[in-house]
């Protein structure tokens, strides 16, 4: 499935305290067109039956299983400066043309 990095656990770890009501981290992508896709990362009180789901350091990360196949070897990380961000094949290089939502 996905990794997360420790930077971005924590940050989401810091977000869910002030959303206690939603503990599951939800990840989900999506193609904007031929050459773009866009990644969302949401909070929601419940999975949903056709959920992979993943345990990492406490946390709940939710993944439709349409979006799971696509999710395969990226990694989930965290930067002040860029916010999240989303990696590809273990080599920290980011996915091309990617959108990228504020979670607050």
Same mark, same amino acid.
């Given at each position: 499935?996905?990794?997360?990095?420790?930077?971005?656990?924590?940050?989401?770890?810091?977000?869910?305290v002030?959303? *206690?009501? /939603?503990?599951?981290?939800?990840?989900?992508?999506?193609?904007?067109?031929?050459? #773009?896709? !866009?990644?969302?990362? &949401?909070?929601?009180?419940?999975?949903? *039956?056709? /959920?992979?789901?993943?345990?990492?350091?406490?946390?709940?990360?939710a993944?439709? #299983?349409? !979006?799971?196949?696509? &999710?395969?070897?990226?990694?989930?990380?965290?930067?002040?400066?860029?916010?999240?961000?989303?990696?590809?094949?273990g080599?920290?290089?980011?996915?091309?043309?990617?959108?990228?939502?504020?979670?607050?």
């Amino acid at each position: 499935m996905i990794t997360v990095t420790l930077a971005a656990i924590a940050k989401l770890k810091a977000i869910q305290v002030n959303h *206690p009501e /939603d503990p599951v981290v939800r990840i989900s992508v999506r193609d904007l067109d031929d050459s #773009r896709l !866009s990644f969302n990362i &949401m909070l929601e009180a419940n999975t949903q *039956p056709d /959920d992979d789901i993943q345990q990492v350091d406490g946390l709940t990360i939710a993944v439709n #299983r349409r !979006s799971a196949p696509r &999710m395969e070897g990226v990694t989930v990380d965290y930067t002040e400066a860029a916010g999240f961000r989303f990696l590809h094949d273990g080599e920290g290089r980011s996915l091309p043309l990617l959108t990228i939502p504020t979670l607050n």
